[in-house]
Each structure stands twice: as structure tokens, then as C-alpha cells.
């Protein structure tokens, strides 16, 4: 079993729709999540990060942590063709020098104008 | 310009010859890390160094060799390129702050292996 489980899509929405992407984890030690978009032909970059459980918003996005039901998930609202690319969830236990980031395989989103 | 930049973009060699990627950062970080991606494993951590003096094995270090010549400077190898090593390689940064370790990855290199 994977440390990180991501559904790989695709995922195709109309312009304007509310997208959620989820992933579930199996290490209960990881503490930070984060969201990575990756545009075709580029490397990931940072969308957003938590840490621990709860709630971050950010414009049009909004990441949710469960720590209890081990799941995270990313919202995006008013969604754009822009935000068409693909969505990789990434965790960590943070603790310094041990720490690494596992990254779960990504799904691919596709906003259809 | 690109705060991490890798060399080449693209690469087609053949079976049993040596190719060397590189990576460079101007982003004053000191780790720097190698990973592969290939369909449906997502990113998979091949190698990565702390600092100049410091380098460990990933997830999947095998057939592969680093150099780090410098803070900003991190070198992938492969020894002897098998076609299962064609895959999607990019190099990424961080910089440990508040306990988050956020990283910053390069275009990346696409290397076919025939």
C-alpha cells in the first residue's frame, strides 16, 4: 500500500464549477500537507500548504485537512481553464532533518470553457 | 531568470552509455534533491543532500550516482542508461523554515533511453 493515495483522473468540469481533489494518507507522523500544481511541460510548484487539521483559503482555493480520517483535500472554486493541469497532494512529518516529502501521483483536471 | 535551472531539457541516448543531468539554484538553498516521475508513481525521490558534505539514497537510488559540486549545484548520473530509466527528472530546492520544507522544483529533463 502506498504512504500516499491520489485518484489520477481525469477530471474534466465546466468553466465556473467547484472542483475538489482529494488524497488519503496512511502515516498518521505527517503533520504538513501541501498542494503542488504542475503545468504540462513544467516542473510542480507550490500551491498551497497546512499544517496539521483544519482549513486554509486562498483566493479561490481552499485546502482541508482531516487528521483523523487521514484526508486532505483541495477546493476550487469559480474554476477557471487556467487551472487546468495536474494536482499533486504532498505530505511530511516536518521533523527537520529526517523530514521528506511524499507526493501522491497527481490527478489531472481539465476545466472545459 | 529561473531560480532552478536544469541542463539538458531533453535527452535521447542509448542503452549502456553514460549521461549526466544537471541542476543549479539560485535560491541560497541548501538541500537540493533529484527525483524521477513517471505515469501513475507520480514523483519518486532518487537521491538528496543536505548540504555540500552530505548526500543520502532515496526511494529508488539504484542505477543512479549524484555529485553535489556546490551549494548551488547538483549533479544526476547514470552510469549505464537502461530504457527503464526513461522518465519525466527534475531537481528541486528547499530551504528548512518553521519546520515546513516546501520545495521548489526546475523545468525538468525528459530522457528517453533507447
Known amino acids: 500500500q502506498k504512504e500516499v493515495e491520489q485518484d489520477p483522473g481525469p477530471l474534466s468540469v465546466p468553466e465556473g464549477a467547484i472542483v475538489s481533489l482529494n488524497c488519503t494518507y496512511s502515516?498518521?507522523?505527517?503533520?504538513?500537507f501541501m498542494w503542488y500544481r504542475q503545468y504540462s511541460r513544467k516542473g510542480p510548484e507550490l500551491l498551497m500548504y497546512?499544517?496539521?487539521?483544519g482549513n486554509k483559503e486562498d483566493g479561490r482555493f481552499t485546502a482541508q485537512v482531516d487528521k483523523s480520517s487521514k484526508y486532505i483535500s483541495l477546493f476550487i472554486r469559480d474554476s477557471q481553464p487556467s487551472d487546468s493541469a495536474t494536482y499533486l497532494c504532498a505530505m511530511s512529518t516536518g521533523y527537520s532533518s529526517a523530514s521528506k516529502i511524499i507526493f501522491g501521483s497527481g490527478t489531472r483536471l481539465s476545466i472545459r470553457p | 531568470d529561473a531560480d532552478v535551472t536544469q541542463t539538458p531539457r531533453n535527452r535521447i541516448t542509448k542503452t549502456g552509455k553514460r549521461i549526466m543531468l544537471e541542476c543549479s539554484q539560485t535560491k541560497g538553498h541548501d538541500r537540493m534533491y533529484w527525483y524521477r516521475q513517471d505515469p501513475g508513481l507520480g514523483l519518486r525521490l532518487i537521491y538528496y543532500s543536505f548540504d555540500v558534505k552530505d548526500i543520502n539514497k532515496g526511494e529508488i537510488s539504484d542505477g543512479y550516482s549524484v555529485s553535489r559540486q556546490a551549494q548551488a549545484k547538483f549533479s544526476l548520473s547514470l552510469e549505464s542508461a537502461i530504457p527503464n530509466q526513461t522518465a519525466l527528472y527534475f531537481c528541486a530546492t528547499s530551504d528548512l523554515g518553521h519546520n515546513t520544507d516546501t520545495q521548489y522544483f526546475g523545468p525538468g529533463t525528459r530522457l528517453t533511453v533507447l
Open positions: 502515516n498518521s507522523a505527517f503533520q504538513y
Open positions: 497546512t499544517y496539521s487539521s
